[in-house]
């Protein structure tokens, strides 16, 4: 069983600066992880994705985003990162890291809690 620790969320303000890690973790052997992905909620509205990034790094992002915010990842430690730069308060949201994770002989898609993250004016 694959659980996703994410840290890194709270409060900033406008302009500021903050870095989401989602780390994966098993029970048994995780044989890869594909896409490794970013989405945000908040209250009324719907979860939208905001970055992704492949197994070979190759990353996406939403629109909205414009360019203030860059996804990565590390194989190595089943890790992805969000480095959130010149935040707005329109970016207060819930974050969730998202995957599909091969482990125990299934692909199968994985959420993490979620972090908040805060953004003042």
């Known amino acids: 069983q694959v659980q996703l620790v994410e840290s890194g969320g709270g409060m900033v303000q406008a302009g500021g600066s903050l870095r989401l890690s989602c780390a994966a973790s098993?029970?048994?052997?995780?044989?890869?992880?594909?896409?490794m992905r970013w989405y945000r909620q908040s209250p009324g509205n719907e979860r939208d994705m905001v970055a992704s990034?492949?197994?070979?790094?190759?990353?996406k992002y939403a629109d909205s985003i414009e360019g203030r915010f860059t996804i990565s990842r590390d194989n190595a430690k089943n890790t992805v990162y969000l480095q959130m730069n010149n935040l707005k308060p329109e970016d207060t949201a819930v974050y969730y890291c998202n995957s599909d994770i091969y482990s125990r002989g299934w692909l199968k898609n994985y959420w993490g809690q979620g972090t908040r993250v805060t953004v003042s004016s």
């Open positions: 990034i492949s197994s070979v790094h190759n990353t």
């Open positions: 098993a029970s048994g052997s995780i044989f890869s992880i594909n896409d």
